[in-house]
């Protein structure tokens, strides 16, 4: 029997090339960086921070699942 697999339902859903909760996360602290420092160079570290992840996410787009499930099952691992 012959299922078909559809992309969409292996591929993780990204926004902007990172998954939704970074790059809301990135969004928000773009904002308040630029509240903060009143200017719009306050944006460049996050910009910066940006480009790091995305690299890491065409690597593994999985990665951050990973490190989540990891840092809750933490106990389990060490248990000292």
Not at 8 to 28: A, D, Q, Y
Not at 42 to 65: E, S
């Amino acid at each position: 029997m012959f299922v078909p697999v559809f992309k969409s339902l292996s591929k993780p859903m990204t926004w902007g090339g990172v998954p939704r909760n970074i790059f809301i996360l990135i969004i928000l602290a773009s904002l308040i960086s630029v509240v903060i420092f009143q200017s719009i160079k306050g944006v460049l570290p996050i910009l910066a921070v940006y480009m790091i992840i995305l690299a890491l996410c065409k690597y593994d787009p999985k990665i951050f699942t990973i490190l989540y499930k990891n840092l809750n099952l933490k106990t389990h691992y060490f248990e000292g």
